[in-house]
């Protein structure tokens, strides 16, 4: 069975500082992973992917995730966290086969605080 | 576009009590999703739509029932309320498999 693991309920870190949110995944085969932010009382907003190709993946928001697939994982990363980057933040698995119904399972999240 | 959309906003439901949660994509997405999320558990897959015309359970079907009334329209009807179903409920959808997946901006429910 595919999972994530977000081992981090909350993450803290002053704003101008680096920021790191962990996550790790199990999955058969090789994965599509995916990170979301959620602000208060909104939907999970996409931030970026990784399909395949460079391990290195950079979305919106200035936000950057590496694959690391010998360590199964794909951390998020901000060279310089803002107090705005406060939130929830989702990492997501799904197997890449083709055809049929493709299961999309979540990570529990982890809450960033920027402090300013 | 509007994206995905959600109606009700919110919703305060007694137990035992019917309704139906209503999402609508103006995106031309194949594949449609409705999830519940609680605190500490993430997102938990209740039905999806593949594509129009098929629906099928995900991870916690019971006491849900689902319509995919045509490709933008996917609802949720809950025929009984329990107080167990009081959640936060996300529309979702996406295009291909390889694709992220958009979100509606949720209903909160609650079961008294």
């Known amino acids: 069975a595919q999972s994530v693991a977000q081992p981090e309920d909350q993450v803290n870190v002053a704003e101008g500082n680096p920021l790191t949110v962990k996550c790790t995944y199990s999955v058969s085969g090789n994965p599509y992973l995916f990170w979301y932010v959620q602000y208060p009382n909104r939907g999970l907003q996409f931030l970026l992917k990784?399909?395949?190709?460079?391990?290195l993946v950079k979305g919106s928001y200035g936000f950057e995730a590496e694959f690391n697939k010998s360590q199964t994982s794909f951390h998020l990363k901000k060279p310089s966290a803002l107090v705005s980057d406060s939130a929830l933040y989702f990492c997501?698995?799904?197997?890449?086969?083709?055809?049929?119904?493709?299961?999309?399972?979540f990570g529990t999240g982890t809450k960033l605080q920027v402090i300013p | 576009n509007a994206g995905v959309t959600q109606t009700p906003k919110f919703q305060v439901l007694k137990t035992g009590q019917s309704m139906t949660l209503q999402c609508a994509q103006d995106m031309n997405h194949n594949s449609m999703y409705w999830y519940r999320q609680d605190p500490g558990m993430g997102l938990r897959l209740i039905y999806y739509s593949a594509s129009e015309g098929t629906t099928d359970k995900g991870e916690v079907p019971n006491g849900y029932n689902v319509s995919r009334l045509n490709k933008r329209e996917f609802s949720l009807r809950l025929e009984s309320a329990a107080p167990s179903q009081t959640s936060v409920y996300f529309c979702a959808s996406r295009r291909e498999t390889a694709d992220e997946q958009y979100f509606g901006p949720g209903t909160r429910l609650t079961v008294t």
């Open positions: 997501a698995v799904s197997p890449l086969n083709s055809g049929g119904y493709q299961k999309v399972t």
């Open positions: 990784y399909i395949t190709g460079d391990n």
